[in-house]
């Protein structure tokens, strides 16, 4: 186990924990909220924000090779277009949420020389993903003030990263690998080698999601002047492909196999309404991590995960 995998774990576990009793809680011990008195709406949210990636090791290079492919953290950014329609009279809603994230490009290299052996590599990756989400919310009392929506839903994913390869290796002993019939030439240790080209690693899939919406005002002169308390917590479980595209001379076949993705995020944001205004302006913190969501393996097949944190901003119109 990495670092990296040691450090990224426990807060895997606590998001996944908190957002199972969170939800739990909601759906089995909250009463309803009585909405009764409110006439049908409609809720248009759209918003964007930084993203800090962090990621596991991807290989851009033969795993025999003493080359560094430690995936690094980067940066980004999101944007995010959010619609809920409230029919009034039913403690119910339905919702649909779109989220477009990119990773600025990375570009790094790396080598390895000793008196028997060199190698070099260098890799240019660009990362985009797109989840959406239809859900059906059930609204539940949490006291005083405050209310909440348990919602369940589907979620569709795609995650993709395009990466920029070239990589060469030489040895002392020289050779080709023509005396090895039936293997491939940049995976046979001790022979010289370069290629270029690009490698695509991709996932796409689809499953439940099951999340929960808090919103409470503040109290005394912070609740006069029309600020509020806004959380989100969700959990999805994906199920599609994870491939990996070579279009690099030497390298192995493209491969797809099944992926269980477990998809999980919080939020925590403080929310404005100008008086009695038909809109209110958000500003909060996000956390999102995909498990096992790419295939980041060279000669053969290894689960790669991503995490994504940062601030974000958001308005929210309600129509009428």
Known sequence: MTIRTRRRAPLR???????????????????????????PSFN????????????????????????????RANEGFNGFI????????????????????????????TSYSSAKYAADASDEQDEHYILADLQVGRDIGLGGAARGTVSVGVRDANYQTDSLVSFSTSSKYGGQSASLPGKVQALVPGADF???????????????????????????????????????????????DAKVDFSLPGSPADRSENHTVT??????????????????????????????????GFTSARDSSRYMDGPFASVVWRFP
Do not use: Q
């Open 263 to 296: 998809d999980f995020g919080v939020s925590l944001a403080l929310a404005w309404r100008p008086g009695d205004g038909p809109f209110r302006i958000k500003v909060g913190y996000r956390a999102e991590g995909l498990s096992d969501v790419l295939d980041g």
């Open 44 to 71: 248009l949210e759209i918003g964007g924000g930084y993203d800090s990636y962090s990621k596991d090791s991807d290989s851009y290079a033969p795993e025999f090779t003493p080359l560094d492919s430690v995936g």
């Open 194 to 240: 370069s290629t270029t080209g690009t490698i695509s690693r991709s996932f796409s899939g689809l499953g439940p999601i099951v999340s929960m919406h808090v919103e409470s005002p503040f109290s005394g002169r912070m609740g006069d002047m029309g600020f509020s308390f806004e959380g989100d917590v969700f959990v999805s479980v994906l199920f599609g």
């Open 13 to 39: 576990s606590r998001l996944l924990g908190g957002a199972s009793a969170i939800v739990l809680a909601g759906a089995l011990g909250m009463p309803l909220a009585a909405y009764a008195d409110e006439a």
């Open 82 to 109: 959010a619609g809920t329609f409230r029919p009034g009279s039913m403690p119910y809603n339905f919702s649909g949420h779109v989220t477009y994230g990119r990773a600025s490009t990375e570009s790094f290299s």
